[in-house]
């Protein structure tokens, strides 16, 4: 079974940028869907982004137009680069596939 290990969190100000990396234990390039989620406290776990193995992308109403998510399958990780950032995407991110279970996360967080 893969595992997806997520890093690259960590505290930004208001309107500044982040990327997270999501590093797979094997190969992705079979796995259809790969998406990031996210968790603020308090709050239901969401779903931010997906993209497809053809590359086709979904957005969450609430970052489409500042977050982009990415895929390279010949280094197994999944990316989602975060610009704008404002305070409520303070979460914990999360990458899953259908076939993966769920990780630890990376806590963002988003302050002045």
């Known amino acids: 079974q893969v595992q997806l290990v997520e890093s690259g969190g960590g505290l930004v100000q208001p309107g500044g940028s982040m990327r997270l990396s999501c590093a797979a234990s094997?190969?992705?390039?079979?796995?259809?869907?790969m998406g990031w989620y996210r968790q603020a406290p308090g709050k239901q776990r969401e779903l931010v982004a997906i993209i497809s193995s053809g590359g086709s992308t979904t957005y969450a109403d609430s970052v489409k137009g500042r977050f982009t998510i990415s895929r390279d399958n010949a280094k197994n990780t999944v990316y989602l680069q975060m610009n704008s950032l404002k305070p409520e995407d303070t979460a914990v991110y999360y990458c899953?596939?259908?076939?993966?279970?769920w990780g630890q996360g990376t806590q963002v967080t988003v302050s002045s």
């Open positions: 899953k596939a259908s076939s993966t279970p």
């Open positions: 094997g190969s992705i390039f079979s796995i259809n869907n």
